[in-house]
C-alpha cells in the first residue's frame, strides 16, 4: 500500500471555522481505499489456483483486479452489462479477466458465484468480510499514526466496509460521523430498524456508496462506534467536488467528496476546537465535470 | 501558508525503475507555490497606504491578490486583454482591482507600473526579487525536513524563483535538475550564454512557465547550484498530466507536472538507489483536458 497524504487545512479553508484534516486516499493505488481490503483479504487468505472472482463494475474491481496481479493469481471479474467502456478496458489492462454478465449488478453476481462454484476460485466480498474491513481500517490506523490525538473522523458510507474499520480501529477514542447520500441512506435505514435492512438507492454518489445493505461485518462495528450518522443532498456533495476542486486543487468523485459534504452543508457541526479529520475516500470519475 | 503534502511512490509507479518522492504544492493556497513568494515580500516589505500592483494573469496575480488580502493591502492586478474571464473573476473575487491594459503582458507590465509610480503602491516582481526567491524556496526546506536526505531534486523553471529558491536551500547538498520546456528554454539559453538573455517563448506550459528571461537573482542561485538543465516537449509535459492524473488522480497544470515530465521521458535518469524528488508545483488548469 501507499502511505497516503495528509493535508492540514487552516481554520476559514473551505468556509469552515476550524482547523480541518484531510486524509487523501483518492491517492492510494487503483484511486480508493478498497485497495487496502483486497490486499487484506489475499494477503490472509489461501487462494486456489483458480484464482479470485468478484462482481464489480467499480473501485472494488479495479482494487481486486489489482491485488491479484501484483501477487499472482488469477482474477475474473464480472460487469453488468452497464458498466463503462473505459473502466473494463481498465480492469483488462490491469490483467484482470472481464467478463459482461447481464443488465444488472445482480446478475453480475450471480455470474460471479456461478463461476466460483464451478472453478473453485475464491469469491471476494466487496465489504461484508471481516478481513476487507480489518483492511480498509489501516486508513484509519495510518491516519492516526500521522496526527494523534483527533477528537472526531468524519467518513463515507457505502457498505460500510471503510468505516466500520475506521469505527473499529478508534473505538471509543474518536467520534465517528458516518454520512450518506440521502439517496443512498443505507445505514441510517439500518439504525432505526436496529439491522441492516434492504433499502433503494440511486443518485449521484450511488455509483460508489450504492450498496443497497449494509455488509453484516462492517454493521458489527458500526452499530458500536458510529456516534452520529448524517444524510447529505446531492446538491451538497456536488458542491463539496467544486470546492474541494476549486479551493483546493483535490479532484474527488461523488463518493470521496461525501464526508467533506457533512460538514460544508451543516449536516454536522463541530464544536470550537474539535479536531476533525476527514476521508476523501477516492478520485475514479471524469474530472470533466468539475469545469 | 499550508504545508503541502508529500507522497512516496513505491519503485514502479509511473512506470520508472526507481521510488519517488512528489511534493504535492499544487495545495498550496492558491494552487501553486507562487503564495509563498508573494507572502515572503509582504511580510517583509513596509508596504504603503497605496498597497501593491503586479502585472500578471497569472498564478502570480492569484498569489498576490490573496497575500495582500489576508494582510489586509490593497492590490491592483494589471492584466493583458488575453486573459481568460475566468481567472479575472477569480481575482475579483479574492478582493483585489482588476486592470485589463492592453494587447500584451508587457502592456499590462507599462501600466503596473505607471500606476506604481504615480500612487506610491509598491510594484512586485514575479521572481525577480531575492525575498521572492527565499519565498518560493521555503517549499524545499519543507521538503527536506519531512524526507532529509533526498539526493535529487527535479524541479521546472519559467523565471528562475521556484528552483532558485529550492536550489538556495539545498545548496551543494543535493543534485538539482532544472526542466523546461524545449519552447521556453530560458535557463538553457542564459547557461549557454553564460548570463540571462532574453528568449522566445510558447507552446503547452507557456502560461506558467512563459518567462522570457531568467531573473538576476534567481540566477545567482541557478549558476551556482543547478548540476543538469534538461529539456522537455510539449507532448512529454501533456503525457506527465494525463499519467498524473491515470494513475494517481493528481491533476497538475502543465508547468506543475513539467519536472515530471523529465523523469518519464528519460531527459533525466536517476542513477539506482538515487533517492529523487519531484515538485509538483501548480494545479491552475482545466482538468476537464485530462479526459
Redesign the interface.
Known amino acids: 500500500m501507499?502511505?497516503?497524504?495528509?493535508?492540514?487545512?487552516?481554520p476559514g479553508a473551505l468556509g469552515l471555522d476550524g482547523a480541518l484534516t484531510l486524509k487523501?486516499e483518492?491517492?492510494q493505488h487503483t484511486?480508493s481505499f478498497k485497495a487496502r481490503g483486497a490486499f487484506s483479504v489475499l494477503l490472509a487468505a489461501e487462494v486456489p489456483a483458480a484464482g479470485v472472482v468478484a462482481a464489480s463494475g467499480g473501485n472494488f474491481a479495479l482494487a481486486v483486479a489489482h491485488a491479484a496481479a501484483e501477487l499472482g493469481h488469477p482474477a475474473a471479474i464480472f460487469v453488468p452489462e452497464s458498466s463503462p467502456p473505459a473502466k473494463l478496458e481498465r480492469l483488462r489492462r490491469g490483467g484482470a479477466e472481464v467478463v459482461v454478465a447481464g443488465a444488472f449488478y445482480d446478475d453480475a453476481l450471480a455470474a460471479a458465484r456461478e463461476r466460483a462454484a464451478a472453478s473453485g476460485a475464491l469469491e471476494l466480498h466487496a465489504f461484508d468480510d471481516p478481513l476487507v474491513v480489518a483492511g480498509q481500517g489501516t486508513c484509519g490506523r495510518e491516519l492516526d499514526r500521522r496526527r494523534a490525538g483527533l477528537d472526531t473522523l468524519v467518513v463515507a458510507v457505502g457498505g460500510g466496509g471503510l468505516c466500520g474499520g475506521i469505527a473499529a480501529w478508534y473505538g471509543n477514542e474518536a467520534r465517528i460521523v458516518a454520512t450518506e447520500p440521502r439517496r443512498c441512506p443505507t445505514l441510517a435505514r439500518a439504525l432505526e430498524a436496529g439491522a441492516p435492512i434492504e433499502v433503494e438507492v440511486g443518485g449521484h454518489a450511488a455509483d460508489s456508496l450504492g450498496a443497497r445493505r449494509i455488509g453484516e461485518h462492517p454493521w458489527a462495528a458500526l452499530s458500536r462506534w458510529v456516534d452520529d450518522a448524517v444524510l447529505v443532498t446531492d446538491d451538497a456533495i456536488r458542491d463539496a467536488q467544486r470546492r474541494l476542486?476549486a479551493e483546493?486543487?483535490?479532484?474527488a468523485e461523488p463518493g470521496g467528496a461525501a464526508a467533506l459534504a457533512a460538514l460544508l452543508s451543516g449536516a454536522y457541526v463541530p464544536g470550537r476546537d474539535e479536531r476533525v479529520g476527514v476521508l476523501i475516500c477516492g478520485?475514479?470519475f471524469?474530472?470533466?465535470s468539475?469545469?
Chains 1, 2 share one sequence.
Open positions: 501507499r502511505e497516503t497524504p495528509v493535508l492540514d487545512l487552516e487523501l483518492l491517492f484511486g476542486w483546493l486543487r483535490i479532484a478520485g475514479n471524469d474530472p470533466g468539475l469545469a
